[in-house]
């Protein structure tokens, strides 16, 4: 009798594709936040200064990603770069977070000429692709994270206004609304109290959705030479810096794309995770 046959059917552990792929995000998740806060972890060598000796060197096990034209290690420059690119992205959602929640909160509870007022400009908003409305927005006000954070920012408050204005409609026709708005509470307080809460998930849940694309658009503006100005570095601008050199030196972009590329994934990963969580 084999070992295999002595365990019971039903304690063989057995892992699903989306258990690993789980797991996968999460460990990537985990390592964007340490890049953000700790990148000395990872790396001691210095990203704005290189060895003139040690230019466009290939991925070695000394250096990961290999060097750049400055001699520069890229890895190090990723792992730095990730601290402008990540803050950049959690400014900008934050801004779609607030000032749509605020709009379709509002919109929803109040309805009539406010509703029509807030939704033609959601409908605005979301005629113009996220992507171009930021360049729009960091083209008027000048290069710089600060900038293209709001820029996409803006661009985030249509998709968070539609859900929150959806939820807010669904939630002030329930009993325990009435209930409240009978027994003499304050539109402030019905709002507070009871519709904001209880369309809180949806919303949530749409987080990680857009910071995958605010992560994007930010890389995106970077790359088009809005984002920090060099050496500092951040993704898109390290994806800029290595397009002139992808016949000799194909890792200065290849890698750091790919780094985006997986952190976007995994926010996707989550975001669905947490759809799943509300069942959405």
Same mark, same amino acid.
């Given at each position: 009798?084999t070992?295999?046959?002595?365990?019971?059917?039903?304690t063989?552990?057995?892992l699903?594709p989306?258990d690993?792929?789980t797991?996968l995000a $999460?460990?990537v998740?985990?390592?964007?936040v340490?890049?953000t806060?700790?990148?000395s972890?990872f790396t001691?060598?210095d990203p704005? &200064?290189g060895d003139g000796?040690s230019?466009?060197?290939p %991925?070695?096990?000394?250096? *990961?990603f @290999?060097?750049? !034209?400055a /001699?520069r290690d890229?890895?190090t420059r990723?792992?730095? /770069?990730t601290?402008?690119?990540?803050?950049?992205a959690?400014? @900008?959602?934050s801004?779609?977070?607030?000032?749509?929640?605020?709009l @379709?909160?509002?919109?929803?509870?109040l309805?009539?000429?406010?509703?029509a007022?807030v939704?033609r400009? +959601?409908?605005?908003?979301?005629?113009? %692709?996220?992507?171009?409305l930021a360049?729009? $927005?960091?083209?008027?006000?000048?290069p710089?994270t600060?900038h +293209?954070? &709001?820029g996409?920012g $803006? #661009?985030a408050? #249509?998709p =968070?206004? !539609?859900?929150?204005r959806g939820?807010a409609?669904?939630?002030v026709?329930?009993?325990y609304?009435d209930a409240?708005r009978?027994?003499?509470?304050? %539109?402030?307080?019905v709002l507070?109290r009871?519709?904001?809460p209880n369309?809180a998930g949806p919303i949530?849940?749409?987080i990680?959705?857009?910071l995958?694309?605010t &992560?994007?658009?930010?890389?995106?503006?970077?790359f088009?030479g809005y984002g #920090?100005p %060099?050496?500092?570095?951040? *993704?898109?601008?390290l994806l800029?810096?290595g397009?002139?050199?992808?016949?000799n030196a194909w890792?200065?972009?290849?890698?750091p @794309?790919i780094?985006?590329? $997986?952190?976007v994934?995994? +926010?996707?990963?989550?975001g669905r995770?947490l759809?799943?969580? =509300?069942? &959405?």
């Open positions: 009798m070992a295999t046959a002595l365990v019971p059917e039903q063989r552990i057995r699903h989306s690993i792929a797991t $999460i460990m998740l985990v390592t964007v340490l890049w806060f700790v990148p972890w001691t060598q704005l &200064i000796a230019k466009f060197l %991925p070695s096990l000394e250096h *990961w @290999g060097t750049d !034209r /001699g890229t890895f990723v792992v730095h /770069g601290r402008n690119t990540v803050y950049g959690i400014i @900008g959602t801004i779609g977070l607030v000032v749509g929640t605020v @379709g909160v509002t919109a929803g509870v309805r009539g000429p406010v509703d007022v939704m400009l +959601v409908d605005v908003l979301l005629a113009l %692709p996220g992507f171009l360049l729009c $927005i960091v083209a008027a006000f000048g710089g600060t +293209v954070a &709001i996409v $803006i #661009a408050v #249509a =968070f206004a !539609r859900v929150a939820e409609l669904r939630v026709q329930l009993e609304v409240a009978v027994s003499g509470a304050t %539109p402030a307080a507070f009871h519709v904001l369309s949530v849940a749409l990680p959705t857009e995958g694309s &992560i994007l658009n930010i890389a995106g503006l970077g088009l #920090a %060099p050496p500092t570095p951040e *993704w898109g601008t800029s810096e397009r002139d050199y992808l016949a890792w200065l972009t290849t890698l @794309g780094v985006v590329l $997986i952190a994934l995994a +926010v996707a990963r989550a995770l759809q799943r969580h =509300f069942r &959405i």
